[in-house]
């Protein structure tokens, strides 16, 4: 049935007559960026559903670029799931993505030249040299740090501060450095699968010669494909994957991270959407965020499973419609601005994406990786 | 240039280059089909995203001059209300949201044809008023749930959502912009007070036109005053006592409890958490009691109690309660209905949930409707079959069915059809009628029972809409043409 739930403006179901519908069931007006933005249905979770039922039954369905910029521009970031678990729309896009890929389409630029990317460097941004990173990390141990390319090539220095935090709370960690590969999560998300799956080999292989127990992840993308693509694409995968938020959570709870300083200051928390709603990773960063003498945490309205994209959806949005992409990451930091006057977050996707808005669009707000509060938080 | 062309660039001028589009994926969007399957696609021409009457208004010059059929559209197709049944132009009005008014002491409401139920809904319960809640997803637009056949949660006490439809506003299919029933008054100081205005009342004209008469444009609603005090009850009956259940459930609405609501044990045997039926039970009857003070509550609860047991019905704790907590299609069985998938996740089998048509019948006739479809079910096979009655004031029943079904096992579709042209017949030959005119969906002879109405509304339409432009297909004049 097409109700609408996924797009329409309201709550997914009404008052119970005594009150309003719990956080739970009330998400706020605004709830798929694509449909807020380009307005048609076909760009809303059901119009893609709606298309998704006839391509997938029909082979010969002619592949436009119309039709790729409708599925390509679902930014992925799973809002249409949290209301609608009846019909998984984010889900059938995807594997309408992953059926158009089997198709042989051509994705929408700069894409190809990503993957090709990732064969042949094993990062999507094509080079063999990363910055460098100041620290001396060995390359083995049970503790093993995954950064993701993304992070490495674009954040060097959040690699340091990880590092430096979790050396103060005696925690060791090893890094695969330059040995690491694209985790595979920008070309999974995009439907080749395929490409995932050899990445996720070649990094399991590497891992497991690391001698890797536990996996500690600060990419939201790198944690939600190594805690829950990884396992169904290899057939064994024994590793404990866990992000960083929950690391420093547990860390503070056993007293082993204390902070030296009063931060005294108000910042709000975004959640990244394949933390939060992707991976359902709510409460260990605003427990981080709380612990931190005197800051205080003002939420947004739209946060926890209604947080909305920051634009960057799943780096694709932002790589291949960078217009599309501002427009969500205005939205976002303006309704951040209106708690604090710094937005803190846990993946470096976000980061790099609200940074880069911020300075573009003019919105003056300072963004903070947890890592970088946490540290702060520390000195 | 060609006539698209030419009809694309008129309606660019109107609403701007962004809000027009004969993209052949973004129409088929909008394709008429009432699941999220594919029976029948037919896909607009051109979608267009107005924000005003008056770019409606404009948009209808146009499609007359062209001779193009318009089709207005909510957000929601729920029952594919709103697909074209042939090509031309689709008015998307998901943008015209706004609301417009609420006034909290002579309890109105107004607002634009695209603002959803619920959001309107919730406005207004946030005011300390209400208004009976339709039970569909995020809910359909209040033009919709005006005049679409919804019937919601109060309809036991107040019938259909169209009843506290006070006032409208329509584009004619001339272009001309009309307020008809407290609407012609919006704008002065009184606003939207009365629905029956000098001269006769217009509102019903366009109740149920499915757009032929005219696009509604915006939607006055008399609101509720919010009862403080509620209670959620619920009784059932053994499977060979639904007369019984029946019965308790007429005498129950003749004294305006505010909701009742009615359905068998299977809804609650797909749900995999809340309360359960016990196994010698199988009807259910739901009540949403209310009361402005807590006196008022209790000595209805106790009626509803009395009724119930002195017809044989055992009182179940905290269904009633769980029932109403929240009020999704949460009976809806997940791993059964969800769409194909490729290799990640793992592949799901496909089956959705089929609706029967929803019919409108005599309350009391509920026993031989239910035993009708349920020996049909039975003989065509057809596994899970849920029933939905709405008990309304009037003392008729909106009642619909649905089963699961895996539409890619052709030989249960095909069973499934059958299953539902025998019911129709069965249906039809007693005067019933349906909640849907939904052609190609409802058989023909949805008329058959009416035929002096139809041939009246064919020549209002005639009248209204000469070249037949609006919802052509409404007044089965699509072929005549």
């Known amino acids: 049935m097409q109700c609408a739930s996924c797009y329409y403006k309201g709550p997914i179901v009404p008052h119970n007559w005594r009150e309003l519908p719990p956080f739970e069931w009330s998400p706020p007006n605004k709830k798929c960026p694509s449909y807020e933005y380009f307005k048609f249905r076909a760009f809303s979770p059901v119009g893609r559903g709606n298309l998704a039922s006839i391509v997938f039954d029909d082979p010969n369905f002619p592949v436009t670029d119309s039709l790729i910029k409708i599925v390509y521009t679902c930014t992925g970031c799973g809002t249409c799931s949290e209301i609608c678990k009846a019909h998984d729309p984010w889900t059938v896009i995807w594997a309408l993505k992953e059926y158009l890929t089997s198709r042989g389409i051509k994705l929408p630029n700069p894409l190809p030249k990503l993957f090709a990317n990732i064969e042949n460097c094993g990062n999507i941004f094509g080079t063999e040299k990363p910055p460098p990173v100041n620290r001396n990390i060995p390359k083995k141990g049970r503790d093993v740090l995954f950064t993701g390319c993304f992070m490495r090539f674009t954040q060097p220095n959040l690699i340091e501060t990880i590092i430096y935090v979790l050396r103060k709370a005696g925690l060791n960690l090893a890094w695969l450095g330059d040995e690491e590969l694209c985790c595979g999560f920008l070309p999974g998300q995009q439907g080749d699968i395929d490409k995932m799956e050899k990445q996720a080999q070649q990094n399991v292989k590497r891992l497991r010669e690391a001698g890797a127990s536990r996996i500690i992840v600060s990419c939201a993308h790198c944690y939600k494909a190594l805690r829950d693509y990884y396992p169904k694409l290899i057939d064994t995968f024994p590793f404990e994957v866990v992000h960083i938020s929950e690391i420093y959570a547990r860390l503070i709870e056993k007293g082993k991270i204390t902070f030296n300083k009063k931060l005294q200051k108000k910042v709000t928390y975004h959640d990244p959407c394949f933390l939060g709603r992707h991976s359902k990773l709510y409460n260990e960063p605003r427990a981080v965020i709380e612990s931190i003498p005197a800051v205080k945490l003002e939420e947004m309205e739209r946060r926890k499973q209604w947080a909305y994209c920051c634009g960057s959806g799943a780096k694709a949005i932002s790589l291949c419609y960078p217009d599309f992409s501002f427009s969500i990451s205005k939205e976002r930091l303006l309704e951040a601005k209106e708690k604090a006057n710094t937005v803190v977050t846990s993946c470096s996707s976000c980061v790099l994406q609200m940074r880069r808005a911020a300075a573009k669009l003019g919105v003056e707000i300072y963004v903070q990786d947890i890592s970088e509060i946490v540290a702060e938080g520390l000195e | ?481």
Request: one cysteine or more.
């Open chain 2, 1 to 481: 240039m060609c006539v698209l062309s030419s009809i694309l660039s008129d309606l660019k001028n109107i609403v701007g280059p962004d809000r027009v589009s004969d993209s052949p994926e973004v129409c088929l969007a909008y394709a008429f089909n009432p699941f999220w399957g594919r029976d029948v696609i037919v896909r607009p021409d051109i979608v267009v995203l107005p924000r005003t009457p008056e770019e409606i208004s404009q948009i209808l010059k146009v499609s007359n001059e062209y001779g193009v059929p318009v089709t207005p559209k909510g957000a929601v197709g729920g029952g594919g209300h709103g697909g074209p049944l042939r090509g031309g132009i689709l008015l998307d009005l998901s943008l015209m949201d706004n609301i417009l008014l609420i006034d909290t002491v002579n309890m109105k409401a107004v607002a634009e044809a695209g603002c959803s139920f619920f959001k309107l809904s919730q406005e207004v319960f946030k005011r300390g008023m209400l208004l009976p809640t339709a039970a569909y997803g995020s809910g359909p637009s209040v033009v919709a749930s005006a005049v679409d056949p919804a019937y919601a949660f109060g309809g036991t006490r107040y019938g259909g959502n169209i009843n506290l439809v006070e006032g409208l506003e329509v584009v004619l299919p001339s272009g001309e912009i009309v307020r008809v029933g407290s609407m012609a008054y919006f704008d002065k100081e009184f606003g939207p007070y009365h629905r029956y205005i000098t001269g006769p009342d217009l509102i019903g004209l366009f109740t149920r036109s499915n757009g032929a008469f005219g696009i509604i444009t915006k939607v006055a609603y008399r609101c509720l005053r919010k009862p403080r005090y509620w209670a959620f009850n619920a009784f059932a009956w053994p499977s060979d006592m639904l007369k019984e259940c029946t019965q308790a459930a007429a005498e129950a609405a003749s004294i305006e409890i505010f909701d009742i609501h009615f359905n068998n044990r299977v809804r609650w045997d797909f749900k995999s958490e809340g309360p359960k039926i016990p196994e010698n039970l199988y009807f259910v009857l739901t009540f949403a009691i209310d009361g402005f003070n807590e006196l008022e509550l209790l000595g209805r609860e106790k009626a509803v109690r009395e009724i119930c047991e002195s017809y044989g019905g055992t009182y179940l704790p905290n269904v009633g309660e769980d029932f109403h907590a929240v009020w999704p299609g949460d009976f809806l069985p997940e791993e059964k209905i969800l769409p194909p998938r490729s290799t990640l996740p793992a592949k799901i089998p496909r089956s959705y949930v089929y609706l029967f048509d929803e019919l409108i019948h005599p309350w009391s006739w509920m026993p031989q409707i239910y035993e009708k479809m349920a020996r049909l079910c039975a003989d065509y096979k057809l596994a899970g079959l849920v029933v939905d009655g709405f008990v309304l004031n009037n003392l008729c029943s909106s009642t619909q069915f649905t089963i699961s079904l895996n539409d890619k096992d052709s030989d249960a579709v095909k069973r499934y059809i059958q299953c539902r042209n025998e019911f129709r017949k069965w249906f039809l030959d007693k005067g019933g009628t349906f909640q849907y005119r939904l052609p190609p969906y409802v058989p023909d002879k949805v008329w058959a029972n009416q035929p002096d109405t139809l041939k009246l509304l064919k020549r209002i339409k005639e009248l209204f809409d000469p070249n037949n432009v609006l919802s052509p297909g409404t007044f089965e004049l699509f072929e005549e043409r």
